[in-house]
């Protein structure tokens, strides 16, 4: 059966708290899930990304959600980007670890796809998935061909047409979500069932 474990490490501005989700059969993956806009009130418990972990364990996947420093029992204070990239490379390393060098998933919705994205340039995960990342807020970087981006046509934060205008010179699909706004409200569903679908008999 699936389990939680919660979990402390130490990161570079403090601790960092987490919660493992542990599948019911050897996992064949780590997945890191990062959490929206902390000063907007984005946690680990975010519905979309509590979505992700619980997606990634069914798929034997071991999922990871942690908070940002400065986010509810976490040490320090909000970076911008630069210092929760820091904070995604030392729960990644603390996961490989304690779990062993397994294939890497990095997945971020928001603030957390644009921290992901960065992240991704340090640790060349296996796949990336980004749920409506925070471009044109941030300064996105290319992604590679193989990132599944979801985005909501309605995205009241995340305008599609930024989006697009990102995804555009990379000649990078974009999964659009009809009627859909930025938190995703009743279309969790589709999330799982996008997720499970691209991964589903696709070698990491």
């Not at 990336?128 to 992604?143: D, E, N, S």
């Amino acid at each position: 059966m699936p389990s939680l474990q919660k979990f402390v490490v130490e990161g570079p501005a403090g601790a960092l708290e987490g919660t493992t989700h542990l599948p019911g059969a050897a996992p064949r993956a780590i997945a890191i899930v990062a959490h929206p806009l902390p000063t907007m009130g984005g946690t680990m418990e975010n519905k979309v990304v509590t979505t992700l972990a619980k997606t990634f364990v069914e798929l034997d996947f071991l999922a990871v959600r942690f908070n940002f420093r400065g986010t509810g029992g976490s040490a320090g204070a909000f970076d911008g980007g630069d210092g929760e990239v820091e904070d995604v490379l030392e729960v990644a390393n603390h996961a490989r670890q304690r779990h062993g060098d397994l294939p890497l998933i990095l997945a971020g919705f928001s603030f957390g796809g644009y921290v992901q994205a960065r992240a991704a340039q340090e640790l060349h995960p296996q796949r990336l998935v980004l749920i409506a990342p925070a471009v044109g807020r941030f300064a996105m970087p290319h992604v590679p061909a193989n990132t599944l981006v979801i985005h909501g046509e309605q995205d009241e934060v995340i305008p599609l047409a930024d989006a697009l205008l990102w995804a555009r010179p990379q000649q990078l699909p974009v999964v659009v979500l009809p009627g859909t706004e930025h938190f995703f409200h009743g279309r969790l569903h589709l999330i799982k069932q996008l997720v499970l679908q691209n991964f589903k008999g696709t070698p990491l």
